[in-house]
């Protein structure tokens, strides 16, 4: 039987990835620098991503829920953690109970579970001002966490990507803390906080975004490359006469003839219509135009500079992540963790 070739794919720059984790480890000064690999590593998928971090150096890694640490269970070798940030509902404890993966607790309750049921090391997560998960830094959180082995204190940073201060009154909460909590080690900082310098950095950084070609603040533009490289196949090239109006709508009308090239890409595949006459794709160097409406499946290009391109060729998106976040509307984090199953994904 053939191998069926879907006309979508992802190709997936691993020396990027690998790149982008060893500057933010190293703008992570003598603390260790993990991966948030959740919602299948952004999308990405967990255990390819896993596997490349783990040969560059990184051992401590993050997903949302249990079904996410199941599929990569297999990957632990001595010396490398998982850990699930949403913590252990009464559903999980049987999973975590078995698992080599730790809970990060969040809840009273949470803590409470873990503890009757003769839990062993496990994380704990301090709301420090995001008011989302976590125990409320305003209680007694040195009471409420006795008696557990803590591995890793954690908090995270709700507004690090923009000049806040919050982020100073957060990590100064969280340090306060870290003083009253025993704990291995101490964790605040994501891709932004990493940017913000190593006074947020701890012992463990935790990036997400940027290992994937995010720019979450100034600071790494320049150092951080792009991993993610949607291509679309070609259907049909066809060639509009002036007058006539492209896609649903007729929201683009040809103000002379022109040549638009069809590909099988749209918004169930996660190009959403937020690209609609605001996208590209690249070809030879050149940016060419989304036109019209992004439908379901499908998306219009002009090509009428580009003669040689035919049904069949595979088009480059444009998919730098603060460029298409700026054309579309969308943050970089829907971008990247929003590319649909259709894709075929291949590691360069």
């Known amino acids: 039987m053939t191998d069926f070739i879907a006309p979508l794919r992802l190709r997936l720059d691993g020396d990027a990835l690998l790149?982008?984790?060893?500057?933010?480890?190293?703008?992570?000064?003598?603390?260790?620098?993990?991966?948030?690999?959740k919602a299948?590593?952004?999308?990405?998928?967990?255990?390819?991503?896993?596997?490349?971090?783990?040969?560059?150096?990184?051992?401590?890694?993050?997903?949302?829920?249990?079904?996410?640490?199941?599929a990569l269970e297999s990957l632990l070798d001595d010396g490398v953690s998982l850990s699930v940030l949403h913590?252990?509902?009464?559903?999980?404890?049987?999973?975590?109970?078995a698992s080599r993966a730790r809970p990060v607790l969040n809840t009273p309750d949470q803590v409470g579970r873990w503890r009757k049921a003769g839990g062993g090391?496990?994380?704990v997560m301090i709301d420090t001002g995001m008011n989302r998960l976590?125990?409320?830094?305003?209680?007694?959180?040195?009471?409420?966490?006795?008696?557990?082995?803590i591995e890793t204190l954690m908090s995270h940073l709700a507004s690090a990507d923009e000049d806040a201060a919050l982020s100073a009154r957060q990590r100064d909460r969280f340090a306060t803390l870290c003083q009253a909590v025993p704990a291995r080690r101490a964790s605040l900082a994501n891709s932004a906080g990493i940017c913000l310098g190593q006074h947020y950095a701890f012992d463990l950084t935790r990036p997400g975004l940027a290992l994937y070609g995010g720019i979450p603040r100034g600071e790494a533009t320049g150092h951080i490359m792009q991993v993610v490289f949607p291509q679309a196949q070609v259907l049909q090239r066809r060639r509009v006469p002036a007058g006539d109006s492209i896609g649903y709508n007729a929201t683009h009308l040809a103000l002379g003839d022109m040549d638009v090239a069809i590909l099988n890409l749209g918004y169930a595949d996660g190009y959403l219509?937020?690209?609609?006459?605001?996208?590209a794709v690249r070809a030879d160097g050149a940016l060419l135009p989304v036109v019209?409406?992004?439908?379901?499946?499908?998306?219009?290009?002009?090509?009428?500079?580009q003669p040689d391109i035919a049904e069949g060729d595979w088009l480059t998106i444009d998919y730098r992540l603060p460029q298409a976040s700026a054309a579309s509307g969308l943050s970089q984090y829907e971008l990247v963790t929003g590319l649909g199953a259709r894709f075929d994904r291949s590691w360069a």
């Open 40 to 70: 299948d590593g952004y999308g990405l998928g967990a255990v390819e991503v896993m596997r490349r971090l783990m040969r560059g150096g990184c051992r401590d890694f993050f997903v949302s829920n249990w079904a996410e640490a199941a």
């Open 273 to 279: 219509r937020g690209f609609s006459g605001r996208g």
């Open 87 to 97: 913590g252990v509902r009464a559903e999980d404890m049987g999973v975590a109970l």
């Open 134 to 149: 976590g125990l409320d830094w305003r209680g007694n959180v040195a009471e409420q966490a006795q008696g557990l082995t």
């Open 292 to 305: 019209g409406r992004v439908s379901m499946d499908l998306i219009a290009i002009d090509v009428s500079a």
């Open 121 to 123: 090391a496990c994380d």
């Open 19 to 37: 790149s982008n984790w060893r500057w933010l480890a190293a703008r992570s000064g003598g603390a260790a620098c993990g991966a948030a690999i």
